[in-house]
């Protein structure tokens, strides 16, 4: 099975900070990564798909990259309410989760 | 209005059973594959089952494997999720949650999810 690692697992930061999340995956995988945004008490909100696709309704400020077997979702300029926990996911694995606070 | 509105939770003892249930709306059900993932109390996400949009091919975790069957009823626009010998470790809030492909074009990313239905397995 393919193992997802995200980092970091808590990220500190500023509204207005560009930042960046990572996920690794165990073994080469197509473009199939997709990132979600979850608040305490709700459902994730899906964010990006197949790696860079930006979910319709998702401000311009999310973007996803890739390279290799590593995956990057960057926030270009933090909001209010960006403070949120970030998850990947491929096919069956999520990664472990970003916690993303002031 | 495009929703999924799942049920069902509750507090169930070791070793027993509990069915949940994901009613849709606002979209053609029948069309689309669907998953239940979970989320165990301060953790993360973990996938557990799918269903074709057909109903003729469902996959499971291993975790779940042999004790958690899912279907599908397209007449009444519902998911469910029937949970045999349950387990302290599948204590969770349990999201039903829509493929992002329909038809036979399977995408395993998640566009559409309910709000959570929280199943509690203690004595």
């Known amino acids: 099975d393919i193992q997802m690692t995200q980092s970091p697992s808590t990220l500190s930061a500023s509204v207005g900070d560009r930042v960046t999340i990572t996920c690794r995956a165990s073994?080469?995988?197509?473009?199939?990564l997709a990132w979600y945004q979850q608040k305490p008490g709700k459902a994730p909100k899906l964010l990006i798909y197949?790696?860079?696709s930006l979910e319709s309704g998702v401000p311009s400020r999310f973007s996803g990259s890739e390279s290799g077997t590593e995956f990057t979702l960057t926030i270009s300029s933090l909001q209010p309410d960006d403070f949120a926990t970030y998850y990947c996911q491929q096919f069956n694995a999520f990664g472990q989760g970003t916690k993303v606070e002031i | 209005q495009v929703q999924l509105v799942d049920s069902g939770g509750g507090v169930v003892q070791p070793g027993r059973s509990l069915r949940l249930s994901c009613a849709a709306s606002?979209?053609?059900?029948?069309?689309?594959?669907m998953h239940w993932v979970r989320q165990a109390p301060g953790k993360g996400l973990e996938w557990v089952t799918l269903?074709?949009?057909?109903?003729?091919?469902?996959h499971y975790a291993d975790s779940v494997k042999g004790r958690f069957t899912i279907s599908r009823d397209d007449s009444k626009n519902t998911l469910y999720l029937q949970m045999n010998s349950l387990r302290a470790e599948d204590t969770a809030v349990y999201y039903c949650a829509r493929d992002a492909a329909t038809g036979q074009h399977l995408q395993m990313y998640f566009d559409l999810w309910g709000r959570g239905t929280l199943v509690t397995v203690s004595s």
């Open positions: 269903i074709s949009y057909d109903g003729n091919n469902k």
């Open positions: 073994q080469s995988i197509n473009k199939w």
């Open positions: 606002g979209f053609t059900f029948s069309s689309y594959a």
């Open positions: 197949k790696t860079s």
